[in-house]
């Protein structure tokens, strides 16, 4: 972390991260690059197929173009969801069962005047993010199909504002900016995952240059949201390449016992998955 005249700044080697450092990071920091994702190749092929995509302004600019719901484009956008490097860290951090939630693109052209720092996480669902966001746990995979440089919508983030309790955490809150706020570059091919309930946007566009962006969510199998989403159509999930139709399950699934005892049959004496050791 180093300190600019724009503020604070994470611009690390993030391919230093040991596999238990990755772990620590998202889930007490609550974001984590993951370097390096994608091939130049790799990102040349998304990115003829996103100039075809017919996106439309969001409601405070028209320099922030967006197309949700691309998960049935087809191609190299499609396939993304599958992409082997970041589901074998899901698997980690998740466990086997992963759910994909949704799919999105967005474009902040020059003039873009930054995203707001906001949660996506909203425990009783919201007109923005309906009621994927009353997930327990969901996790963003941001893949930057461009260079994110101080003057071109870096990514932002007040690190560990997931875990407070404080009335200041409230997820329904948004902010202008925080003084604690830390900006994020990375280079083109490279993700920001982040826990769903860290306080995130992006800065302002004052380049000459547009940037390109694909975000996917995941959750674990257990994690359901509060009240029913809306369902895939089976007829297009059948149609989908077979790395990507084992993600498509049921968006309402849980694992809970709602009626559960205080000792049930069965019970574990082992659970990797909430060691401590874990970071290490």
Same mark, same amino acid.
């Given at each position: 972390?180093?300190?600019?005249?724009?503020?604070?700044?994470?611009?690390?080697?993030?391919?230093?991260?040991?596999?238990?450092?990755?772990?620590?990071?998202?889930?007490?920091?609550?974001?984590?690059?993951?370097?390096?994702?994608?091939?130049?190749?790799?990102?040349?092929?998304?990115?003829?197929?996103?100039?075809?995509?017919?996106? @439309?302004?969001?409601?405070?600019? /028209?320099?922030?173009?967006?197309?949700?719901?691309?998960?049935?484009?087809?191609?190299?956008?499609?396939?993304?969801?599958?992409?082997?490097?970041?589901?074998?860290?899901?698997?980690?951090?998740?466990?086997?069962?992963?759910? @994909?939630?949704?799919?999105?693109?967005?474009?902040?052209?020059?003039?873009?005047?930054?995203?707001?720092?906001?949660?996506?996480?909203?425990?009783?669902?919201?007109?923005?993010?309906?009621?994927?966001?009353?997930?327990?746990?969901? /996790?963003?995979?941001?893949?930057?199909?461009?260079?994110?440089?101080?003057?071109?919508?870096?990514?932002?983030?007040?690190?560990?504002?997931?875990?407070?309790?404080?009335?200041?955490?409230?997820?329904?809150?948004?902010?202008?900016?925080?003084?604690?706020? /830390?900006?994020?570059? /990375?280079?083109?091919?490279?993700?920001?995952?982040?826990?769903?309930?860290?306080?995130?946007?992006?800065?302002?566009?004052?380049?000459?240059?547009?940037?390109?962006?694909?975000?996917?969510?995941?959750?674990?199998?257990?994690?359901?949201?509060?009240?029913?989403?809306?369902?895939?159509?089976?007829?297009?999930?059948?149609?989908?390449?077979?790395?990507?139709?084992? @993600?498509?399950?049921?968006?309402?699934?849980?694992?809970?016992?709602?009626?559960?005892?205080?000792?049930?049959?069965?019970?574990?004496?082992?659970?990797?998955?909430?060691?401590?050791?874990?970071?290490?």
């Amino acid at each position: 972390m180093r300190s600019t005249p724009t503020g604070l700044v994470d611009d690390r080697d993030w391919s230093a991260l040991p596999p238990g450092g990755q772990i620590r990071q998202i889930e007490v920091e609550g974001y984590l690059v993951l370097p390096g994702l994608l091939a130049p190749e790799h990102i040349a092929r998304l990115k003829r197929e996103t100039a075809r995509l017919e996106t @439309f302004a969001v409601d405070y600019s /028209v320099h922030q173009q967006v197309k949700p719901n691309i998960q049935f484009a087809g191609g190299a956008i499609t396939e993304l969801i599958g992409h082997p490097p970041t589901l074998a860290f899901l698997r980690r951090l998740f466990g086997e069962e992963i759910v @994909f939630m949704s799919y999105s693109y967005a474009r902040s052209e020059p003039g873009h005047p930054g995203i707001s720092l906001h949660a996506d996480g909203q425990p009783y669902g919201s007109k923005i993010f309906g009621y994927e966001g009353s997930c327990p746990w969901l /996790v963003r995979v941001l893949y930057y199909l461009d260079d994110l440089t101080e003057g071109v919508s870096p990514f932002r983030v007040v690190p560990r504002s997931h875990l407070s309790m404080h009335a200041d955490g409230n997820p329904y809150l948004r902010y202008e900016s925080h003084p604690e706020e /830390v900006h994020v570059p /990375v280079k083109a091919g490279s993700a920001v995952l982040i826990n769903h309930r860290v306080f995130h946007g992006n800065c302002p566009n004052t380049g000459t240059r547009s940037r390109e962006m694909l975000a996917i969510a995941y959750r674990p199998g257990w994690a359901g949201p509060a009240a029913e989403v809306a369902a895939w159509n089976p007829e297009d999930v059948v149609r989908l390449p077979a790395g990507v139709q084992p @993600f498509f399950l049921d968006r309402n699934m849980r694992r809970w016992a709602f009626d559960g005892g205080n000792k049930p049959t069965g019970m574990k004496s082992e659970a990797p998955g909430i060691n401590p050791s874990r970071w290490e």
